[in-house]
């Protein structure tokens, strides 16, 4: 049996005739939306998520990607959306049912911890998000490590790279854009300025 069989019945004894696991939650939104856990197959990968049911209007960001669905086809935008946006639990399989990615939306964006497998069942990738921004991005390649700080969705701060566990290089970014530091040891600083003196002796002469 596939693993977009087994999950569909898996749900259906959960939740019912329906298939449907329909939750009424509260926000501070002041609404009850109707939110259903939904499975979905294409691109030889299979999703199990939970969207919203209703139709609803958010005040969407254009710094931020949106994730919804139509007609069963998960889309992603940025600044705005067009169909049920995600909301809860998002798990990405592949088809022999191996676990790829897992997290959490909020009201389409993703927020809190999201994790990343490679077919090995190895973390390839880990994420901290805030309701669409990302904040950190640590990525794993066999003995290299690479830690990235983020604002407004663009690298910001440090970027370190570690090679079996020792750091290997450190680079700076603000909004994005890599910041060259020119770095002097004392040694050279006081050669430059002893050679400076010099060079005004030998004009004054």
Known sequence: MKLFEILKLNFILKVGFSGL????????????????????EGNGR??????????????T????????????????TRGDFSGNILHGSFQEFDKSGRLLEKGI??????????KSW???GEITR?????????????????????????????????????NNNHKESVEHYRNGVQ?????????SILHH???????DVVKDK
């Open 61 to 76: 960001n254009p710094h931020i990607t949106y994730s919804w669905q139509r007609n069963g086809q998960l889309k992603s």
């Open 179 to 187: 910041i060259i530091k020119n770095k002097m040891s004392f040694k």
């Open 105 to 114: 939306y909020y009201f389409g964006t993703k927020d809190g911890e999201w």
């Open 21 to 40: 696991l329909i939750l009424l939650l509260t926000f501070v939104y002041g609404e009850i939306p109707f939110v259903h856990s939904v499975i979905s």
């Open 193 to 199: 300025k002893n050679k400076k003196i010099v060079s």
């Open 126 to 162: 880990l994420e901290k998000w805030n309701r669409g921004f990302l904040k950190q991005r640590i990525s794993y390649d066999l003995s290299k490590c690479t830690v990235e700080k983020y604002k407004l969705n663009q690298l910001n701060g440090r970027r370190i790279i570690f």
């Open 46 to 59: 299979v999703y199990q998520y939970s969207v919203i049911f209703q139709e609803i209007t958010l005040k």
């Open 118 to 120: 490679d077919r090995n």
